[in-house]
């Protein structure tokens, strides 16, 4: 059973799945923090309120904050980018490999 569940592991590499899984979730409270920390209080003055976790909009009685939602948006698109450039540079390496 030993040696079919260290088949399994290496077959699957799920070893290297839980390294990256890890190191994704340390990079994600990066971004967070480059996120929240850096780039939402460039983007405040241009926000409608004093401060970017304060940001929101009325529709007659309703308010809707859009302050986390900015955020989060940023947030995806700078780890998506990220995850991009990574990506295509592996399939670069892998190209060159195959030659």
Not at 30 to 59: C, G, K, Q, T, Y
């Amino acid at each position: 059973m030993m040696k079919d569940f260290a088949l399994f592991l290496k077959e699957y590499k799920v070893t290297s799945l839980a390294i990256a899984f890890v190191i994704g979730e340390a990079s994600s409270g990066l971004m967070n923090s480059l996120v929240n920390d850096f780039f939402m209080p460039l983007l405040a003055p241009l926000l409608s309120a004093e401060s970017w976790r304060e940001a929101s909009f009325h529709i007659g009685p309703v308010t809707v904050a859009y302050d986390n939602l900015l955020a989060d948006i940023i947030n995806f698109v700078i780890i998506t980018f990220v995850i991009f450039l990574v990506a295509r540079k592996l399939l670069q390496l892998e190209a060159k490999g195959k030659k």
